[in-house]
């Protein structure tokens, strides 16, 4: 794996492992999802995943994300201002 050089290879980088997150969560997540917003909504979903004790903690895990993704895309808010 080579190592991101310049902060556009870095966003890059982030923008593929937050829509992996996304994808692996089933939450379909459109282009116009600025950056920094998918970034925070897939971070608090991973870390909600990670801790998940059983199968209904991952849904409830998958549906935030959805609805972090959904907010912003309804009305704007931050994922920060979401949760």
Known sequence: MIA?????????????EARCIADDMHVPV????P???????TAVAAECA?????????TTCTWSLAQCIDGVIQDGLSCLDRW
Do not use: G, K, R
Not at 30 to 33: E, G, L
Not at 35 to 41: D, K, M, N, S, V
């Open 4 to 16: 991101a050089q310049t902060p556009a290879e870095i966003s890059v980088c982030s923008e593929q």
């Open 30 to 33: 459109p282009d116009t999802v």
């Open 35 to 41: 950056l920094e917003t998918l970034i925070e909504c």
């Open 50 to 58: 990670l801790t998940a004790l059983n199968a209904d903690s991952l």
